[in-house]
């Protein structure tokens, strides 16, 4: 990838730790209020995750987003007016914005504007660890700034940038449009690579008669705790969005000595950008090869079925043209179940989640008797 174009990504898609932030949502009345209230929280937790000093969050109520503005023109000044009192120097939006309405509010409000989709994409960039996961955040950041060129080069100033023009800076942009697709084409083929070599080392544990274990959930729900109380080896746990991002493979001993393989995934979350589907769904590679995928909840979370419900929608479109394991539902943090309410939400994910199993990863309640189901499980599976 080219300097000028690491300068775009640079001055244009990233953020850094230490900038101060304001927050903004839309509200368009479509769903429960609580859903838009858990949205904004998931951006606020974005925003910590990725480093950023949060000064203020807006929620604009409106029937529709804007095409040109997305939280109309009015309100982008008030955004403007805000920004500079407080200091703000960027501002993140709640969904992902069309590269006009990203130009057109940058030019409103003076501030450097990103979406979900970038903040998720910089957390990912910010956490990969593996060959792998840098070469496929990489294609989702290069996927998201091919279409974003020409604005971007309006903004900058680029001479013959502009609609119908075939100045210098037009040619600029074919050059960088170029290159850009060439550095993809070479990420595609090093992640086919990847692929291919993930898949013998599968093939070879298969040969070994080692049985694998696949943990998914909703992000921040406690796996990475869940996979140390298991295994008791030792994993990074953080209380941040995507604390894991590469998935970490364990090995396991269950009541009657067998020895499984144990891999944490990716968190799941709500409106993951499109150009890190791909991503995504390669950190899940394990749930579709496992023999069996435990799928840890937190129950002391009341979204709780709104979180299963996502798992279930990615797990449907994963499996959808072959056969899925079998699932074990883990509902974790029992420990932190103090109300009425709370117990009620647990005596319901019992009676409507089939095959489930209360702990607490933290304390380690409930392991022993989670370790006897996998065995058990993973028996009538053979």
């Not at 990716?266 to 799928?295: M, R, Y």
Request: charged share 30%; no cysteine; hydrophobic share 40%.
């Amino acid at each position: 990838m080219n300097r000028l174009i690491e300068d775009r990504l640079g001055e244009r898609a990233r953020v850094f730790a230490g900038e101060r932030a304001i927050l903004v949502g839309l509200d368009v009345g479509h769903g429960a209020d609580w859903q838009e209230r858990e949205s904004m929280e998931e951006l606020i937790e974005l925003a910590r995750t990725a480093g950023l000093e949060i000064l203020r969050t807006v929620l604009q109520k409106r029937d529709r987003p804007d095409p040109a503005f997305f939280i109309g023109k009015g309100k982008a000044e008030e955004l403007h007016e805000l920004a500079t009192k407080s200091g703000a120097e960027v501002v993140v939006f709640n969904d992902a914005l069309t590269p006009a309405q990203a130009r057109n509010l940058e030019e409103r409000i003076q501030r450097k504007i990103i979406d979900r989709a970038q903040l998720i994409m910089n957390i990912f960039a910010q956490r990969a660890r593996s060959k792998e996961a840098k070469l496929q955040v990489e294609l989702a950041q290069l996927e998201y700034l091919l279409p974003r060129l020409r604005g971007w080069a309006e903004a900058l100033g680029q001479p013959g940038a502009g609609i119908g023009t075939r100045g210098p800076g037009e040619t600029r942009l074919a050059q960088e449009r170029h290159a850009i697709r060439q550095r993809m084409h070479t990420l595609k083929e090093q992640l086919a690579q990847a692929h291919q070599e993930r898949a013998v080392r599968r093939k070879l544990r298969a040969k070994r008669k080692i049985p694998e274990i696949a943990l998914i959930g909703y992000t921040n729900t406690g796996k990475s705790t869940l996979l140390r109380a298991l295994t008791g080896a030792e994993t990074f746990i953080e209380d941040k969005l995507f604390a894991t991002l590469d998935p970490l493979t364990r090995q396991m001993y269950l009541p009657d000595g067998q020895l499984v393989v144990i891999t944490d995934t990716v968190g799941f979350i709500k409106k993951l950008p499109h150009p890190l589907i791909p991503a995504f769904a390669s950190t899940l590679e394990t749930a579709q090869t496992a023999d069996l995928v435990l799928n840890v909840l937190d129950v002391s979370n009341p979204n709780l079925f709104d979180h299963w419900r996502t798992i279930t929608e990615v797990l449907n479109s994963i499996f959808k043209n072959g056969a899925r394991p079998p699932m074990l539902n883990v509902l974790n943090k029992v420990d932190k179940l103090h109300t009425l309410e709370d117990h009620q939400r647990l005596e319901e994910a019992l009676s409507t989640l089939a095959n489930s199993v209360v702990i607490s990863a933290k304390e380690r309640v409930g392991i022993e008797e989670l370790k006897g189901r996998i065995g058990r499980m993973l028996t009538r599976a053979a």
